[in-house]
């Protein structure tokens, strides 16, 4: 929704690194997600960052945030095939309610 | 173990028809959303549920729309009378308790509502 912001579409060639940005406005987000739909199928959570570390990596994928500027971006490292879908950047403020950017569609090339 | 279960997985209905969308969450989850996507919107969460109580309905778009959880392995979400805008993926997700948090939220495959 209008609280998160990100590009609708992404194109990347096979074996480059793809970068998903997101924007939020709530200063008090505790947790930053970033979720993975495939296509016919519900999101699944990808990764999540705590709203007091600035990065966080997980083999191929690596989470960045910028808390000041309220920027946060998902950096797929070597992107295949199988890595085409929607991406969803997502935020809560400690309890489980979680809100949902528009997401980004990602798309490779091979 | 089951997942998240929704039905129907697809529904196609006439202007001003009741639809009624139904979801399983997983055992022992007491956090139950219901989330609806659209390419213009994305993902807007339109209720959730703790131990079977609404939480927050301020999502929920209009009179139309109601939602209820009678125990804790069943919700519905009802639109009467549907309307061609309400067409989208409506989601149901649940969420183990607070001990449990580590903000994942399980989503069920979605029902797709086209209103004609």
């Known amino acids: 929704g209008e609280d998160v912001e990100q590009s609708l579409f992404l194109s990347v060639r096979e074996g480059d690194s793809s970068v998903i940005n997101c924007t939020y406005t709530?200063?008090?987000?505790?947790?930053l997600y970033w979720y993975k739909q495939e296509p016919g199928a519900g999101l699944q959570l990808l990764t999540y960052?705590?709203?007091?570390?600035d990065m966080k990596q997980d083999q191929r994928l690596t989470v960045l945030l910028n808390k000041k500027d309220k920027h946060l971006s998902l950096r797929i490292a070597d992107t295949q095939t199988g890595d085409s879908a929607i991406y969803f950047c997502?935020?809560?403020?400690?309890?489980?309610?979680?809100?949902f950017g528009t997401g980004t569609k990602l798309q490779v090339i091979p | 173990d089951a997942g998240v279960i929704q039905s129907p997985r697809h529904e196609v209905t006439e202007m001003g028809q009741e639809v009624t969308l139904r979801c399983k969450p997983i055992?022992?989850?007491?956090?139950l959303f219901w989330y609806r996507q659209t390419m213009m919107r994305g993902l807007e969460l339109l209720i959730y549920?703790?131990?079977?109580?609404?939480?927050?309905d301020s999502g929920m778009p209009e009179d139309r729309f109601s939602a209820k959880m009678p125990n804790a392995s069943f919700s519905t979400l009802k639109i009467q009378p549907s309307e061609p805008r309400d067409s989208a993926v409506y989601f149901c997700a649940s969420s183990p308790p607070g001990g449990e948090y580590t903000g994942e939220l399980f989503f069920g495959e979605g029902s797709r509502l086209t209103v004609l």
């Open positions: 709530d200063s008090s987000s505790t947790y």
């Open positions: 549920f703790n131990n079977n109580v609404p939480i927050d």
């Open positions: 997502g935020y809560s403020g400690g309890y489980q309610k979680v809100t």
């Open positions: 055992s022992g989850h007491d956090y």
């Open positions: 960052i705590f709203s007091n570390m």
